[in-house]
């Protein structure tokens, strides 16, 4: 654990506040939830509660099974992580933070294809340009609010995504949100 300098007191009703710097670097925001956990030293944790992350075995098990079909990378993020990958560069991914073009799709509930062969525009996933020839984005909604999102994804020079990419990233994103339903 990494001490950050900064006290803050509990008010009457049992609250304290989370200062704007440590919710700006951890991506927390207004709404989110947190997960509290207490150790043997007393000590309070809270963490950021993924929804998704609950999912993660069988998030996981739904992205080998898309890449055994598709033979694209398979991949399945939070709002704010990428929780599952099968295919190749799963250690480039894993685990990672999502790139703030990813977060604005997923606010703004778009749906991507897009193929440099037809010089679509390109949306990073985790960095800056990771060399994908092709990709398809889908966010995922439970209880109709945007929770992550569906992504299939290629390096492979003439691979070209469409519709049945499409439709097959919208199936998986219904089947998700309705697993996080239940």
Do not use: C
């Amino acid at each position: 654990m990494k001490a950050t300098g900064i006290v803050r007191r509990i008010d009457e009703l049992g609250r304290v506040v989370i200062p704007k710097e440590i919710r700006r670097t951890l991506r927390i925001r207004e709404g989110d939830p947190l997960e509290i956990f207490t150790d043997r030293e007393g000590e309070v944790i809270l963490k950021k509660y993924s929804p998704i992350g609950e999912l993660s075995d069988f998030a996981r098990e739904y992205v080998e099974s898309l890449n055994q079909s598709l033979g694209h990378i398979a991949v399945i993020s939070d709002k704010d992580t990428i929780v599952a990958v099968s295919g190749t560069g799963k250690k480039e991914l894993l685990d990672k933070p999502i790139s703030e073009d990813l977060e604005n799709i997923m606010k703004r509930r778009e749906k991507i294809v897009a193929n440099r062969s037809a010089d679509t525009r390109f949306y990073a996933v985790t960095g800056e340009d990771e060399g994908y020839t092709a990709q398809v984005i889908v966010p995922i909604y439970a209880e109709g609010d945007t929770v992550g999102a569906v992504l299939l994804l290629s390096k492979e020079e003439k691979v070209h995504m469409g519709t049945t990419e499409l439709k097959v990233a919208e199936t998986a994103a219904g089947f998700v949100g309705k697993q996080m339903e239940q």
